[in-house]
């Protein structure tokens, strides 16, 4: 199976997954908050350990009073291209929950694994409403954690920066030669069955 972008699959699969990407250049256009919640929405209905739904999205949109302080949220790099988003995102996640008939919290040993697939649906409907979303691991935990006043409970998992995708000429040039649809490692390099693949 076999996309657009050349990207291929070697067993069969929805093109979605192919078509998926994190593009750095993005066009100028703004994003209605309701199109952002629609995002969210996507979100909200990942599983989750005891449904306990550990994600927490805290964001700005372009040109809104709280963008240049979620701008601060990247570290130097990100900055400079994520500054043309249309969105910031960042992704947090609780540790602790309330297990179904119990009446204290405990440590929820999957909250980082539920939140990944949280961000897992966020992207794709992204996609799908032909956006794009890019998730960084460059981002400022300090800054994030007195800026949005994130109590201890709650992890800082990502930062994501959503848009449409543009030109490459967008970007500075040391990083137009990275604005490609990336391939990804065989199947063998990490599932078998019976065994671990290290």
Same mark, same amino acid.
Do not use: C
């Given at each position: 199976?076999?996309?657009?972008?050349?990207?291929?699959?070697?067993?069969?699969?929805?093109?979605?997954?192919?078509?998926?990407?994190?593009?750095?250049?993005?066009?100028?256009? &703004?994003?209605?908050?309701? !199109?952002?919640?629609?995002?969210?929405?996507? *979100?909200?209905? $990942?599983?989750? @350990?005891?449904?306990?739904?550990?994600?927490?999205?805290?964001?700005?949109?372009?040109?809104?009073?709280?963008?240049?302080?979620?701008?601060?949220?990247?570290?130097?790099?990100?900055?400079?291209?994520?500054?043309?988003?249309?969105?910031?995102?960042?992704?947090?996640?609780?540790?602790?929950?309330?297990?179904?008939?119990?009446?204290?919290?405990v440590p929820?040993? &999957?909250?980082?694994?539920? !939140?990944?697939?949280?961000?897992?649906?966020? *992207?794709?409907? $992204?996609?799908? @409403?032909?956006?794009?979303?890019?998730?960084?691991?460059?981002?400022?935990?300090?800054?994030?954690?007195?800026?949005?006043?994130?109590?201890?409970?709650?992890?800082?998992?990502?930062?994501?920066?959503?848009?449409?995708?543009?030109?490459?000429?967008?970007?500075?040039?040391?990083?137009?030669?990275?604005?490609?649809?990336?391939?990804?490692?065989?199947?063998?390099?990490?599932?078998?069955?019976?065994?671990f693949v290290?």
């Amino acid at each position: 199976m076999t996309t657009p972008n050349a990207r291929t699959a070697d067993h069969p699969i929805d093109k979605q997954f192919l078509s998926r990407w994190s593009p750095r250049a993005f066009t100028p256009e &703004t994003i209605p908050e309701s !199109t952002l919640l629609t995002f969210f929405e996507a *979100a909200r209905w $990942a599983p989750s @350990s005891y449904n306990s739904q550990p994600w927490r999205f805290a964001y700005a949109r372009r040109d809104t009073e709280h963008w240049t302080r979620f701008l601060g949220f990247l570290n130097e790099f990100n900055q400079s291209w994520a500054q043309h988003a249309a969105a910031i995102v960042i992704v947090l996640s609780k540790s602790t929950f309330t297990p179904p008939g119990g009446s204290a919290e405990v440590p929820a040993s &999957t909250h980082s694994f539920d !939140t990944g697939a949280a961000w897992g649906y966020l *992207a794709l409907q $992204a996609s799908l @409403s032909g956006w794009n979303a890019h998730g960084m691991a460059g981002i400022e935990h300090d800054k994030i954690r007195q800026g949005l006043a994130v109590p201890d409970l709650y992890s800082i998992e990502a930062g994501v920066a959503i848009g449409r995708a543009g030109d490459k000429s967008l970007l500075p040039e040391g990083l137009q030669a990275r604005e490609v649809h990336t391939p990804r490692k065989p199947l063998a390099e990490f599932a078998a069955e019976g065994r671990f693949v290290p």
